[in-house]
């Protein structure tokens, strides 16, 4: 987790990260940094963008062919950055090519695909993690502490998503994406499932805001932990130009704990807040000048200095911790934090959300 400390005195990981989108940018960033990792390889079916990225990150091999990326022998380890119909494909010939692997949310878009990509690593003894990168977001591990120590038995949970910007490219298709839940609503099934436990059953409803769409663009859902716990996530991405809201709030028996937006927030606000006795404790912010974001210019997260209730609650640093906690993963030898059978986990339950707004009833999981 973001916590963790650094390896030294280890081989630099040689990585290799196959597709070029803006995401690839905030991935990148965690394995430039510290030694103990480089990116070696690029590829994009683009090779203008690959030569582009290929330079800004020290790269010296450029493909245009994964495959080929994968015959590399001087790659160790893949960062798959591709839209999710394509990450069990290519997740499965990267273990079969010896490479441990990192691939984007959602896994796959099918337990059938997650279960080829979980025996492929096994097999050929390679670890693969999952970017379920809000698990690694400071104010949601302090949120977890708080919830286990500091407001009684958890009772409720509820989890919002609300966006002004409709899905574009790939995502509009839920042959590639998966859907609105499935590749975006996916961080607030992880979220709420990391601060209230493990999901029993589901009940959910979904929408479009236009017929013409191909997926669902609002998301109603009923969630039941164990433990007798229960929790909603609310998602639309249909709202007024421009928003783009996210928040968490866990209420217990004896307090109340709110993660006050990641990837933005329209109320503004600490990034945490804890209730209590009648009374509010919040967090304070570190957020870098958003100049700074894209290079790291200001303070990356190895550098902050952390004062009591001030957390990193910069977004682009969650790809940071990710990244570096994968490369932990297999310098140590260690089963990653957000392992393949998380991630299938959370196709499984948000199959079963599917299921229920199409069959209109109460899913176990």
Same mark, same amino acid.
């Given at each position: 987790?973001?916590?963790? #400390?650094?390896?030294?005195?280890?081989?630099?990981?040689?990585?290799?990260?196959?597709?070029?989108?803006?995401?690839?940018?905030?991935?990148? /960033?965690?394995?430039?940094?510290? =030694?103990?990792?480089?990116?070696?390889? $690029?590829?994009? *079916?683009?090779?203008?963008?690959?030569?582009?990225?290929?330079?800004?990150?020290?790269? !010296?091999?450029?493909? #245009?062919?994964?495959?080929?990326?994968?015959?590399?022998?001087?790659?160790?380890?893949?960062?798959?950055?591709?839209?999710?119909?394509? %990450?069990?494909?290519?997740?499965?010939?990267?273990?079969?090519?010896?490479? %441990?692997?990192?691939?984007?949310?959602?896994?796959?878009?099918?337990?059938?695909?997650?279960?080829?990509?979980?025996?492929?690593?096994?097999? &050929?003894?390679?670890? *693969?993690?999952?970017? %379920?990168?809000?698990?690694?977001?400071?104010? /949601?591990?302090?949120?977890?502490?708080?919830?286990?120590?500091?407001?009684?038995?958890?009772?409720?949970?509820?989890?919002?998503?609300?966006?002004?910007?409709?899905?574009?490219?790939?995502?509009?298709?839920? @042959?590639? +994406?998966?859907?609105?839940?499935?590749?975006?609503?996916?961080?607030?099934?992880?979220?709420?499932?990391?601060?209230?436990?493990?999901?029993?059953?589901?009940?959910?409803?979904?929408?479009? +805001?236009?017929?013409? *769409? *191909?997926?669902?663009?609002?998301?109603?859902?009923?969630?039941?932990?164990?433990?007798?716990?229960?929790? $909603?996530?609310?998602?639309?991405?249909?709202?007024?130009?421009?928003?783009?809201?996210?928040?968490?709030?866990?209420? =217990?028996?004896? =307090?109340?704990?709110? $993660? &006050?937006?990641?990837?933005?927030?329209?109320?503004? =606000?600490?990034?945490?807040? /804890?209730?209590? &006795?009648?009374?509010?404790? !919040?967090?304070?912010?570190?957020?870098?000048?958003?100049?700074?974001?894209?290079?790291?210019? +200001?303070?990356?997260?190895?550098?902050?200095?952390?004062?009591?209730?001030?957390?990193?609650?910069?977004?682009?640093?969650?790809?940071?911790?990710?990244?570096?906690?994968?490369?932990?993963?297999?310098?140590?030898?260690?089963?990653?934090?957000? !392992?393949?059978?998380?991630?299938?986990?959370? $196709?499984?339950?948000?199959?079963?959300?599917?299921?229920?707004?199409? @069959?209109?009833?109460?899913?176990?999981?």
């Amino acid at each position: 987790m973001a916590g963790e #400390t650094e390896c030294e005195n280890a081989k630099p990981l040689n990585v290799g990260i196959i597709g070029l989108g803006t995401i690839s940018n905030n991935h990148a /960033h965690g394995f430039m940094k510290g =030694g103990r990792s480089k990116i070696t390889a $690029v590829c994009d *079916l683009y090779e203008d963008l690959a030569k582009a990225r290929a330079e800004k990150w020290g790269a !010296s091999k450029i493909f #245009t062919d994964y495959k080929a990326l994968l015959k590399d022998n001087n790659v160790d380890a893949v960062d798959i950055c591709l839209p999710p119909k394509l %990450h069990a494909k290519v997740a499965v010939e990267a273990a079969e090519a010896g490479k %441990h692997i990192l691939t984007e949310k959602p896994m796959a878009l099918t337990l059938k695909d997650c279960d080829a990509m979980i025996a492929a690593a096994r097999k &050929n003894n390679v670890k *693969l993690m999952v970017t %379920h990168n809000q698990l690694f977001y400071p104010p /949601h591990q302090e949120a977890r502490r708080l919830v286990a120590e500091e407001i009684g038995k958890p009772i409720t949970s509820t989890s919002i998503l609300y966006g002004g910007m409709p899905a574009s490219d790939w995502r509009c298709d839920p @042959k590639i +994406s998966g859907g609105f839940m499935l590749e975006a609503v996916i961080h607030r099934f992880y979220v709420s499932r990391f601060l209230m436990g493990e999901v029993k059953r589901v009940s959910c409803m979904t929408a479009k +805001s236009d017929p013409d *769409l *191909l997926c669902e663009d609002k998301v109603m859902v009923n969630l039941e932990f164990e433990g007798g716990r229960h929790g $909603v996530i609310n998602a639309n991405r249909c709202g007024p130009f421009g928003l783009w809201d996210d928040r968490t709030e866990v209420v =217990g028996e004896d =307090g109340m704990v709110i $993660v &006050n937006g990641v990837e933005d927030q329209i109320i503004g =606000g600490p990034p945490l807040l /804890h209730y209590r &006795n009648g009374m509010w404790r !919040s967090w304070c912010n570190t957020r870098m000048p958003e100049e700074a974001k894209d290079q790291f210019e +200001s303070k990356p997260p190895e550098e902050l200095k952390l004062t009591t209730y001030e957390l990193d609650d910069d977004f682009n640093n969650t790809f940071y911790y990710v990244t570096r906690h994968f490369v932990d993963s297999i310098i140590q030898n260690k089963t990653p934090f957000v !392992s393949g059978e998380e991630g299938r986990r959370l $196709v499984q339950i948000i199959q079963a959300c599917y299921e229920s707004a199409e @069959k209109g009833k109460v899913i176990d999981v």
